[in-house]
């Protein structure tokens, strides 16, 4: 089956669970002997690991949003305004926060979403018919915000459209309060061109569903899977290393997680000793971060690095996140705990983590829920607060035998099923 796979690129600034999840997609659905196409949106693939086919990038980012802020440039040769498509404009784009900001994008987002009915009609026209030119048996979209494409490919195409969902309320909810609920609806609306909507949890799943008002029937779940071979088993270094992998900023928890460690290297139990005393001979565990950042997220960066300094802890910024940048950190991790303070629908990192054999500490909330209580590959805390996560983080790395069955547990659930070929497996189950 040839299968045409559209994904919005974000210019590689930071660690996206829909681009890693997009990569173990389709490396599964070519490893299961599919013909895969990446057809990218918005900005270049930069550093795609499933290697492959690669169409040209749709609606270049800086043509479509100098063409929904200044209209009469609709009216300029269409030879002209391809030109802003060059890969090094959009590479350049791809640098500026803005591009990857709900905030002032709502207008934006909303005539994406609206496709042959919005503003653009002309130019999904034009990629609906770029499509077909590839002559694929089947379309993929990366995510809900993609489903205008779909309405103009069906009018041309009599093949099935798979819609993968991924975390699309936190985007709508860093929206401004007057498009959020105009967002749902114009998803709910182009949904009924897609013949599956696929989620990765039962409780995404539902969520969403109810965010658009459409029956939970009509979307069903794939676990989120990652490809177990590119990752080894960790053997832990010697003092202990707390990993959080993933963007580095506020809204996913980097806060909390650096008060929650200053937390143990500073507070005083009964003896006058720290939480980790003994634990770690003379030495403090190290701090490592792997995600990428945008300009936006420097201020809580820098409040980190003062708050470890003064804690006396140890921090270090992995620059490079690219997968075997990821395998190789988490390769030598003790835990692995990425706080968000907002309910997600998965959290491919804890995938991540499980085929490293590294136990997880995250919050009891939305998918992180419902992955860890079916494999036990890591240790659930409420509330969601600097002082709780202490205490989770300690009770893991002072029980040699918890995190021990935690990473065998991983391991296994990986091999059995979240990995890339199931995930694969399922989406097509439909087609």
């Known amino acids: 089956m040839k299968i045409a796979y559209i994904c919005s690129g974000t210019g590689d600034a930071f660690y996206c669970e829909n681009c890693i999840r997009d990569n173990a997609m389709i490396s599964g659905l070519r490893a299961l002997g599919h013909d895969v196409v990446i057809v990218p949106m918005y900005l270049p693939l930069k550093d795609n690991d499933a290697a492959g086919g690669v169409a040209p990038v749709l609606f270049g980012a800086v043509r479509i949003y100098l063409m929904d802020k200044f209209p009469f440039?609709?009216?300029?040769?269409?030879?002209?305004?391809?030109?802003?498509?060059?890969r090094k404009i959009l590479d350049m784009a791809a640098s500026f926060a803005g591009s990857t900001r709900a905030g002032g994008n709502e207008g934006m987002t909303i005539s994406m979403i609206e496709g042959t009915d919005g503003p653009f009609a002309d130019e999904f026209d034009k990629s609906a018919d770029a499509i077909k030119e590839l002559k694929p048996d089947a379309i993929f979209l990366s995510n809900a915000f993609l489903l205008g494409i779909a309405s103009a490919i069906k009018s041309k195409m009599s093949i099935p459209?798979?819609?993968?969902?991924?975390?699309?309320?936190?985007?709508?909810?860093?929206?401004?309060?007057?498009?959020?609920?105009?967002?749902?609806?114009?998803?709910?609306?182009?949904?009924?061109?897609?013949?599956?909507?696929?989620?990765?949890?039962?409780?995404?799943?539902?969520?969403?569903?109810?965010?658009?008002?459409?029956?939970?029937?009509?979307?069903?779940?794939?676990?989120?899977?990652?490809?177990?071979?590119?990752?080894?088993l960790s053997a832990p270094s010697s003092p202990a290393s707390i990993g959080y992998i993933s963007r580095l900023c506020v809204e996913l928890g980097m806060g909390t997680l650096v008060d929650a460690y200053c937390h143990l290297l500073t507070e005083t139990g009964d003896r006058g000793r720290s939480p980790l005393h003994g634990l770690c001979g003379d030495n403090v565990p190290l701090l490592e971060f792997c995600g990428g950042y945008t300009k936006d997220d420097m201020a809580?960066?820098?409040?980190?690095?003062?708050?470890?300094?003064?804690?006396?802890?140890?921090?270090?910024i992995h620059k490079d996140f690219s997968i075997d940048a990821r395998a190789e950190l988490l390769s030598r991790l003790s835990l692995l705990s990425v706080p968000t303070p907002i309910s997600i629908a998965f959290g491919g990192f804890i995938t991540e983590a499980m085929a490293s054999g590294v136990p997880v500490v995250q919050p009891d909330t939305g998918g992180f829920t419902e992955i860890i209580n079916e494999t036990g590959a890591g240790l659930l805390y409420s509330p969601n607060t600097p002082e709780a996560l202490a205490d989770a983080l300690e009770r893991v790395m002072r029980d040699d035998d918890l995190r021990k069955s935690m990473s065998e547990a991983g391991c296994k659930a990986v091999v059995s099923k979240y990995n890339n070929i199931e995930m694969a497996r399922g989406a097509l189950a439909f087609l």
């Open 73 to 86: 440039l609709k009216r300029f040769p269409e030879k002209l305004l391809r030109a802003l498509d060059h």
């Open 161 to 232: 459209v798979v819609c993968m969902l991924q975390d699309e309320h936190v985007w709508v909810d860093a929206s401004a309060p007057e498009y959020r609920d105009k967002t749902w609806k114009s998803c709910a609306e182009k949904s009924q061109y897609a013949d599956m909507l696929c989620a990765h949890s039962n409780w995404f799943r539902d969520k969403i569903a109810g965010l658009m008002d459409i029956s939970a029937d009509k979307i069903s779940v794939t676990p989120f899977g990652i490809d177990p071979n590119r990752y080894t």
């Open 300 to 316: 809580v960066i820098n409040t980190s690095r003062k708050k470890i300094n003064t804690s006396n802890g140890r921090m270090v």
